[in-house]
């Protein structure tokens, strides 16, 4: 099977089902933000984090590439089995948070992000996947988005940013503070 089709060469492409869409459609828009997010669980999986985040990075992962063929689908023509979200599987993002809040000193203010380069690239992360939830909310004013999809993005958004904390508390980097000036 050869990667290129050429089909795409004249700005639409493929959703699971047959349907063409214009490559700038924002269901194109969803699954590619998605994409760009789970590449950057994979840079922050580079770094020498403990086995345990690789995991839960390796199994989100997983979720994100659920999420994607989700979205890549035309929900009125495909007729593929595509796996789908769970409850349990927003669970287990809400447990690994509530795991590393019982270990983290409580939050007192904003901080800024940075003090490690895998605290750094997890608010990336994060920031990526608030984008992508916006732009599923709005595909979901227009076309059927699962409802999983849509809570698993926010509920992952949230893990990202406590797990960027876990990080700034295991490397012993300071958490910068924003002092709003007044």
Known sequence: MKIYTKKGDTGTTGLIGGTRVAKHSLRIDAYGTVDELNSYIGVVRDYPIADMYKTQLIEIQDRLFTIGSSLASDPSKSKMKIPDLSASDIEQLEKWMDEMDEILPPMKFFVLPGGHHA????????????????????????????????????????????LSRKFSFDFNATEQPWHPRM
């Open 119 to 162: 605290v750094s690239f997890t608010h990336v992360a994060r920031c990526v996947c608030r984008r992508a939830e916006r732009i599923i909310f709005e595909l979901k004013e227009k076309e059927f988005v699962a409802e999983q999809v849509l809570i698993y993005m926010n509920r992952l958004s949230d893990y990202l940013f406590v």
